[in-house]
């Protein structure tokens, strides 16, 4: 079970009150008209699925119903951190990789209970 972390409650809290919404960051087209079908069918359908640290927006559906920026590892599932809509994330992939960390070593550390 994850404990995630609102930045708007400020409160850790289980997992069952919060829903997961996919991809962070995704930027709506400034003028769709003006799109080709493909860049338009990539907005709307295609989503990254990256090995290792993601971006994902949640809401807290049982609590503040707000939505929210999750940073999560997709191997450990660890959650690295979380921030409000319109924040930048402070862990991106190439910061993780500068790290000493290695897959294997994320992985060692689970998930966090
Ligand atoms: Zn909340």
């Given at each position: 079970?994850?404990?995630?972390?609102?930045?708007?409650?400020?409160?850790?809290?289980?997992?069952?009150?919060?829903?997961?919404?996919?991809?962070?960051?995704?930027?709506?087209?400034k003028?769709?008209?003006?799109?080709?079908?493909?860049?338009?069918?990539?907005?709307?359908?295609?989503?990254?699925?990256?090995?290792?640290?993601?971006?994902?927006?949640?809401?807290?559906?049982?609590?503040?119903?707000?939505?929210?920026?999750?940073?999560?590892?997709?191997?450990?599932?660890?959650?690295?951190?979380?921030?409000?809509?319109?924040?930048?994330?402070?862990?991106?992939?190439?910061?993780?990789?500068?790290t000493?960390?290695?897959?294997?070593?994320?992985?060692k550390?689970?998930?966090?209970?």
């Amino acid at each position: 079970m994850f404990i995630i972390y609102c930045p708007y409650c400020c409160e850790y809290r289980e997992e069952e009150e919060f829903h997961p919404k996919g991809q962070a960051h995704i930027e709506r087209p400034k003028d769709p008209e003006a799109c080709s079908d493909e860049e338009w069918g990539d907005y709307l359908f295609f989503r990254d699925n990256p090995r290792g640290v993601h971006h994902e927006m949640w809401v807290h559906a049982a609590g503040c119903r707000k939505f929210f920026n999750v940073t999560r590892h997709t191997v450990s599932y660890k959650i690295l951190e979380t921030y409000k809509m319109g924040e930048k994330p402070s862990v991106t992939a190439e910061s993780v990789a500068a790290t000493t960390a290695t897959p294997e070593s994320v992985q060692k550390e689970g998930v966090r209970a």
